[in-house]
């Protein structure tokens, strides 16, 4: 873990913000996400959960889907994760992945809404990630 980059804190900010609109009335947990491109743009998304549990998007993904959808498909240089608890939060399996598919050499910016921050690489967190080669 290192400590945060210029810009990173505003990074956390968007996602913090993001977190507030998250959609989790049934575990509660709410978690914001904010992807930023090299270019400074910012893709901002919350977790959205579903009655039917498999269903449900992390705000980490939901994040990527909007960078997407925004035309913004690769060269992303970090994403913030904010979550309200006492310990950092850590993406899931599926959010490492599906991070890896489009930068899979990104910072990962982990911080709660009382202060913590650390930050690592996505490498570090997925280090035999599925990759598909293409011809």
């Known amino acids: 873990m290192s400590e945060l980059g210029p810009g990173d804190e505003q990074l956390v900010k968007v ?4 977190r507030q609109r998250a959609y989790a009335p ?3 947990y709410k978690v ?3 992807i930023r491109t090299r270019r400074n743009r910012i893709h901002s998304a919350a977790n959205v959960e579903n009655g039917s549990y ?3 998007v992390c705000a980490e993904r939901c994040a990527v889907f909007t960078a997407v959808a925004a035309g913004e498909i690769a060269d992303y240089d970090a994403i913030a994760i904010v979550i309200d608890d006492l310990v950092l939060p850590s993406p899931c399996g599926a959010c490492r992945q599906v991070l890896h598919e489009f930068a ?4 990962v ?3 709660t809404t009382g202060g913590l921050r ?3 690489t996505l490498r570090e967190l ?3 990630a599925f990759v598909l080669k293409r011809e």
């Open 15 to 18: 996602a913090s913000l993001a």
């Open 26 to 28: 049934y575990s509660g």
């Open 32 to 34: 914001g996400a904010a």
């Open 54 to 56: 498999g269903l449900t």
């Open 104 to 107: 899979p050499g990104m910072r």
């Open 109 to 111: 910016i982990l911080a």
């Open 118 to 120: 650390a930050t690592t």
């Open 126 to 128: 997925l280090p035999d």
